[in-house]
């Protein structure tokens, strides 16, 4: 089988995880009685791919916006109500994808190239509300404490590594922990940079940081055993060097 066959195939996988098995008639599609955005003559296929892409996208059920019980067999559902408020926001947020393919048309016609298409899984990756995971950190900073921040990163790597949802690359404990650090708050910056060698013990570049830290801290000791560190990861360093030596 060949590899874009697979990808095709564990996104149709995905797909069946997030919303459930579909009716193999696609009834449901059938007579919309109430788009008022999306064309009314629209061809049941096609509204079926949309409502997956919406609930893939923003990583929701059906359930979400329409009136139905999760675990219920979709028939029972009665999706032309307009009773949840994630489904008016949904409208919006169909008018706004369109304003913006609209937009991206129009400043890029002169290319000639094939335009890319914005959809709810570009800014939602699959997140009921799109958030960047330092913002989510940053507020469970502020409402809940240090540790409650760091307890939330590994539940949200545990469930989403390996996802399109957040990204748990290298720099991102260490925006954080920079943006702590000029703060003053030294506690968290620490914090986030521990958290960070724990899933990145070849990270030089935290270990720079650390050291930096350490030494707004006056923690000199400190500060030269992680530029010593960073040096035995990265020895051809001039630049990790010439700290060593101004830490002098
Ligand atoms: C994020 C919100 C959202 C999710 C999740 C969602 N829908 Fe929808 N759905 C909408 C919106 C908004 C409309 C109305 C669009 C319009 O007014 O043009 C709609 C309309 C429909 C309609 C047409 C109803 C009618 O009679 O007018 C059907 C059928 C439907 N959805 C099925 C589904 C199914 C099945 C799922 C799960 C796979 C799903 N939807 C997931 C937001 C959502
Ligand atoms: C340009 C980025 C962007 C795109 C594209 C986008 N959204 Fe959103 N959406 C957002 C943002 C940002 C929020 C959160 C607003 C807030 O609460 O501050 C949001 C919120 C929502 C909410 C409310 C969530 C909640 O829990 O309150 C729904 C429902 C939603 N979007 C559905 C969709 C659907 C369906 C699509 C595709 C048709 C889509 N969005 C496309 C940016 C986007």
């Not at 979709?74 to 489904?87: G, I, N, P, T, V």
């Not at 949904?90 to 914005?118: H, S, W, Y």
Request: with cysteine; net charge negative.
């Amino acid at each position: 089988m060949s590899a874009r066959k697979k990808n095709i195939l564990s996104a149709v996988v995905a797909s069946m995880v997030v919303i459930g098995s579909l009716p193999a008639r696609a009834s449901i599609f059938d007579d919309p009685s109430n788009l008022r955005i999306l064309a009314e003559d629209i061809s049941a296929a096609e509204l079926r791919t949309t409502m997956r892409s919406f609930a893939e996208g923003t990583g929701s059920r059906c359930s979400a916006c329409h009136v139905g019980k999760i675990e219920a067999d979709l028939s029972s559902y009665d999706f032309a109500l307009d009773e949840k408020e994630k489904k008016l926001k949904a409208r919006e947020m169909i008018k706004l994808v369109r304003n913006i393919n609209e937009q991206i048309a129009t400043a890029f016609a002169d290319t000639g190239q094939p335009l890319v298409e914005v959809t709810c899984a570009t800014c939602h990756r699959g997140q009921e509300k799109p958030e960047m995971i330092e913002d989510i950190l940053q507020r469970s900073v502020e409402s809940d404490g240090l540790d409650a921040a760091i307890a939330q990163y590994r539940d949200l790597r545990e469930r989403y590594h390996g996802s399109y949802t957040f990204d748990f690359s290298e720099r991102v404990l260490m925006r954080l922990a920079e943006f702590y650090g000029v703060n003053g708050d030294y506690d968290a910056a620490l914090g986030f940079i521990d958290l960070n060698l724990e899933f990145f013990p070849r990270s030089s570049r935290t270990y720079v940081l650390r050291a930096q830290v350490l030494a707004e801290t006056d923690d000199i000791a400190g500060a030269r055993r992680d530029y010593e560190r960073a040096l035995e990861l990265e020895p051809e360093s001039a630049w990790i060097k010439q700290q060593l030596a101004e830490l002098d």
